[in-house]
């Protein structure tokens, strides 16, 4: 394992046992040294975010694209910004071109699937749940990975059931007409 590898992983533990300050600091160290700067710079977007500065979020995600623009982590986090600021029509964009860039991350699906919801696309809410679903239970992980806090599904299965059953009743309706 890289020595970078391994500093990132310890200020991602660091980060998971609230020690965000000490894991800034090493990602920004990173930085510094240019040691595989995107995973960092992700990560320092996504404390920005945590801490509500949007602004300086939107930057190191920015910036983490510059430095590698295939991070599909960095794409679906700014996303994750636009679906915050109400620009859906954005967030999609980032979103979709996050599933592009890495086919097998799964929370850009779960992200997209929350954007779908907000527009009561329940169907393709539900395809791209099924697509999460499946990839989470494979996923590996991902040294850039991870994200600021993700739009909501709460409450989406009863909507799916309802909605499946509405479909199957004008289903119905239109063959008994």
Same mark, same amino acid.
């Given at each position: *394992? ?6 990132? $992983?310890?200020? /991602?533990?660091?980060? #998971? ?11 920004? #160290? *990173?930085?510094?040294? !240019?040691? #595989? ?28 694209? !510059?430095?590698?623009? $295939?991070? !599909? ?7 994750? &910004? ?13 979103? /979709? ?6 086919? +097998?991350?799964? %929370?850009?699906?779960?992200? %997209?699937?929350?954007? &779908? +919801? +907000? /527009?009561? #696309?329940?169907?393709? *809410?539900?395809?791209? *749940?099924?697509?999460?679903?499946? &990839? ?11 994200? =600021? ?9 009863? $909507? =799916?059931?309802? =909605?499946?059953?509405? =479909?199957?009743? !004008?289903?119905? %309706?239109?063959? %008994?007409?």
């Amino acid at each position: *394992m890289r020595e970078s590898d391994t500093r990132f $992983q310890e200020a /991602r533990r660091l980060e #998971d046992t609230g020690h965000e300050d000490e894991a800034r600091s090493i990602y920004e #160290d *990173m930085v510094a040294k !240019a040691e #595989d700067p995107s995973p960092a710079l992700n990560r320092l977007g996504v404390l920005a975010a945590r801490r509500g500065e949007r602004e300086e979020a939107e930057r190191f995600f920015n910036r983490s694209l !510059a430095a590698d623009a $295939q991070n !599909a982590s960095a794409l679906s986090n700014l996303g994750n &910004l636009f679906f915050e600021k109400g620009e859906l029509d954005q967030a999609e964009t980032y979103y /979709r071109l996050a599933i592009e860039t890495d086919p +097998k991350a799964a %929370l850009p699906h779960r992200n %997209l699937a929350a954007l &779908l +919801k +907000k /527009r009561n #696309d329940i169907s393709g *809410m539900a395809k791209e *749940m099924k697509t999460y679903n499946r &990839l989470r239970r494979h996923e590996v992980n991902n040294p850039g990975g991870g994200a =600021i806090p993700r739009p909501s599904l709460a409450g989406c299965g009863a $909507q =799916i059931v309802v =909605i499946g059953a509405l =479909i199957a009743v !004008a289903v119905l %309706l239109v063959h %008994l007409a």
